[in-house]
């Protein structure tokens, strides 16, 4: 059995939930900042051709996180939360969730000379800091309102 929680906005004008994104972040170019960034990380010159200069759109109409045992019973003691179900739902401001994204340089490498074949900047979540802050925040069912903040 696992549990998670699973983030997501609704919008105003629609009734049903994950019609909003909770992370919309457009794509964009590198640039030079962000070669140097490649070259940096990775401690190579690549030649630019194996540098993928955009960073694809992350668009996410929900978020879900996996919690192993002792988070649920944290969240179980702590809130009263996943007393009857494995799923808890927390509704989120639209785009709420971009503060978690980070970008992290990812290589990719042939697997029988181990030369980088290829490198990009990629987006993730980071689903530590995100889970850490909604618990600081007193793990709430709707989390980010301006107008349940007073």
């Keep these: 059995m696992e549990f998670e929680v699973k983030f997501?906005?609704?919008s105003e004008s629609e009734v049903e939930y994950v019609s909003e994104h909770v992370i919309l972040l457009p794509r964009w170019q590198i640039g030079y900042n962000g070669v140097l960034k490649v070259w940096e990380?990775?401690?190579v010159v690549l030649p630019l051709?194996?540098?993928?200069g955009f960073v694809i759109t992350m668009q996410k109409y929900g978020y879900d996180i996996k919690l192993d045992t002792s988070v649920v019973s944290l969240l179980y003691r702590e809130y009263?939360?996943?007393t009857g179900t494995n799923i808890e739902v927390i509704e989120?401001?639209?785009?709420?969730l971009?503060?978690?994204v980070y970008e992290?340089?990812?290589a990719y490498r042939n697997k029988t000379t181990g030369e980088i074949v290829e490198a990009r900047i990629e987006r993730r979540v980071d689903d530590e800091a995100l889970l850490e802050k909604w618990i600081s925040d007193g793990a709430p069912q709707r989390w980010g309102f301006e107008e349940e903040a007073s």
């Design 80 to 82: 009263g939360l996943f």
């Design 104 to 106: 992290t340089v990812v």
């Design 41 to 43: 990380e990775l401690d």
């Design 98 to 100: 971009n503060q978690f």
């Design 92 to 96: 989120v401001p639209p785009k709420y």
């Design 49 to 52: 051709e194996r540098i993928s």
């Design 8 to 10: 997501f906005a609704r």
